[in-house]
């Protein structure tokens, strides 16, 4: 269940695919109201969309929201801070114990008040994914997993079944057990939706909004390969944003990496991505947005994409941001996604303005650069 704001702007529009009808705050409707925004960066669309939907008049404001074009007519920068509230938080064992603690004691302390403790739970959906306790026992025979996997049982039982009781005891919180794959594997391949739905708490509809997320690991920003706004942050902000509470943050400038040509046969990602590294070294993109664009990008596969998303801490950026476009439809479909979602995920980003193709104008951004693949 999610809560919307007051949308002083009447952005609300219902969106049907396939005969599923969809809330959304619409970008369009935004338009009406505050001019040409056509061209911002997709980042800062995801953004303003995330205002939109949480204008309260407190934490929120319709100046919050109007800074967006400031921004665009202002050549990418403003002083405006914000507050934004990712979609879902990704934890890993070690970081989700204590936020799992910090919950059972919320819990004793309600009790202990005379309430109710299931009143205490997560406010944004949260998965947390067992895969920091790996060890290699053995190696280099047929049950050489089955082995490492029973050995990681016993030697993290007691903190396994703590998790376990997690799960069961709170409403938003999934665990992804040991030996399923590293938390940003698991996060590109079956938790990260592109677009994410949710029940309104207050007309009990269904609503459709950009999956964004906040992480544990520095690393999470390998989902922006699959066009996810996300990024790493600190225990205490992810658990923060797991009890509803906003993260602040200024809007950013938004650095354009353009990318052109393709890859010749012999270059590896690799090789592109240290690349591209070195070149958005050189320029200074610390606590700045990066987000790629171009005819290059039809040429690059995702799991290419997601390897130069994954490269962010690296350059030092906050993020490094793909599009919605025809290939991140294909790998929702070649990774099993529902087919329903992976036909909202298209029409809602056509119908928001958050779709790529070849004639998709170049956004306005606050500085740029340039690489050829080839």
Known sequence: MTRTGQDTLKTRRTLDVYGKEYD???????QEKLGDLSRLPFTLKVLLENLLRFEDGRSVTEADITA???????????????AFRPARVLMQDFTGVPAVVDLAAMREAMVALGGDAQKINPLTAVDLVIDHSVMVDEFGSPKAFEANVEREFERNGERYEFLRWGQGAFNNFRVVPPGTGICHQVNLE??????????DEDTGRMLAYPDTVVGTDSHTTMINGLAVLGWGGGGIEAEAAMLGQPISMTIPEVVGFKLTGKLKEGATATDLVLTVTQMLRQKGVVGKFVEFYGEGLDHLSLPDQATLSNMAPEFGSTCGFFPIDRETINYLEFTGRDPHRVKLVEAYAKEQGLWRDSDTPDPVFSDTLALDLG
């Not at 079956?190 to 029940?199: A, E, F, K, S």
Request: aromatic share 16%; charged share 20%; hydrophobic share 40%.
């Open 68 to 82: 967006l074009k400031t921004w665009l007519d202002n050549g990418g920068r403003t002083d405006q801070e914000i």
């Open 24 to 30: 959304y705050f619409s970008l369009r409707a935004a």
């Open 190 to 199: 079956y938790l990260g939706q592109t677009v994410w739905v949710d029940q």
